[in-house]
T-cell receptor, first 115, second 114 residues
């Protein structure tokens, strides 16, 4: 079975700082990778996803992530954060061609942006 | 946003009572999922469905059952609610084909079991 580890449970940054949230997964085969964001009181929204191809993927709201296969990592980045980026961020994985049998999530990173 | 609604959005119930949560989609997607979200655990899969009347267990299925009699509806039932089932429950959907692993989430149901 696959597993996902998010290194930081809480991150506090000032506006305009750069962001990098770590995500590592464990699985013996090929995977699809996702980052979701959950703003306070809201449901999960898809930020970006990686299925194949260019390992650097760009998502909404200026976020990007890089898949490094040798490190089993899929870190999320943003060059300059805004107060509105305050939210909880989840990394998730599913085996490629897994028949849509569900995502495995990390425990989440709570990001707070101070004005 | 994907056309997913969940009902009720909030519920308070007592230990030992049965509870049914409903997920309704207007996207005609094949796959539907129930997750629970708890602090420090992220989201964990309870059950999922890959078609009408086709369901399977997820990571934390004990104490839960599901039914899907129509494409658009996926019901989650707590046969006898316990305090450990206090949580936020999210429904998700995904389509067939290349993008089938991408899941879109509903607004959630906050359940409190006293």
């Amino acid at each position: 079975a696959q597993s996902v580890s998010q290194h930081n449970h809480h991150v506090i940054l000032s506006e305009a700082a750069s962001l990098e949230l770590g995500c590592n997964y464990s699985y013996g085969g090929t995977v699809n990778l996702f980052w979701y964001v959950q703003y306070p009181g809201q449901h999960l929204q898809l930020l970006l996803k990686y299925f194949s191809g260019d390992p650097l993927v760009k998502g909404i709201k200026g976020f990007e992530a890089e898949f490094i296969k040798s490190k089993f990592s899929f870190n999320l980045r943003k060059p300059s954060v805004q107060w509105s980026d305050t939210a909880e961020y989840f990394c998730a994985v599913t085996p490629t061609g897994g028949g849509a049998d569900g995502l495995t999530f990390g425990k989440g990173t709570h990001l707070i942006i101070q004005p | 946003d994907a056309g997913i609604t969940q009902s009720p959005r909030h519920k308070v119930t007592e230990t030992g009572t049965p509870v049914t949560l409903r997920c309704h989609q207007t996207e005609n997607h094949r796959y539907m999922y129930w997750y629970r979200q708890d602090p420090g655990h992220g989201l964990r899969l309870i059950h999922y469905s890959y078609g009408v009347k086709d369901t399977d267990k997820g990571e934390v299925s004990d104490g839960y059952s599901v039914s899907r009699s129509k494409t658009e509806d996926f019901l989650l039932t707590l046969e006898s609610a316990t305090s450990s089932q206090t949580s936020v429950y999210f429904c998700a959907i995904s389509d067939s084909g290349r993008d089938q692993e991408t899941q879109y989430f509903g607004p959630g149901t906050r359940l409190l079991v006293l």
